[in-house]
């Protein structure tokens, strides 16, 4: 199994990026997917969620109304738009895929897990 997280970048305050997760190894619509999130000196957090067919998505208060997770099952692909970015969204960015049933919000409840991408948001 292999995640590919790409997408990050350096982007002023208010801006936007748009990360993506190449998956292969695994058949995707068998996974709920997730992001987290690792700021330095911090704990990884839960960002966002998706469900196997797309059709319900959990996110963490604090980028509700600004990200949108989204999955291609026929690309094997996951995304997150981010807009109107934050200085403390500054952190690098995981792709995790689940196996068992329900939405977990724990990165123990992850399985497999992408290398990561640096987001910056530049005040």
């Known amino acids: 199994v292999q995640l590919q997280a790409s997408g990050g970048g350096l982007v002023q305050a208010g801006g936007s990026l748009r990360l993506s997760c190449a998956t292969s190894g695994l058949t995707f619509s068998n996974y709920r997917m997730a992001w987290f999130r690792q700021a330095p000196g911090k704990e990884r957090e839960f960002v966002a969620a998706?469900?196997?067919?797309?059709?319900?998505?959990s996110y963490t208060d604090s980028v509700k109304g600004r990200f949108t997770i989204s999955r291609d099952n026929a690309k094997s692909t996951l995304y997150l738009q981010m807009n109107s970015l934050k200085s403390e969204d500054t952190a690098v960015y995981y792709c995790?895929?689940?196996?068992?049933?329900?939405?977990?919000?724990?990165?123990?409840?992850?399985?497999?897990w992408g290398q990561g991408t640096q987001v910056t948001v530049s005040s």
């Open positions: 995790a895929a689940r196996r068992n049933y329900g939405t977990s919000t724990i990165p123990s409840g992850y399985s497999d």
């Open positions: 998706i469900s196997r067919g797309g059709d319900s998505t």
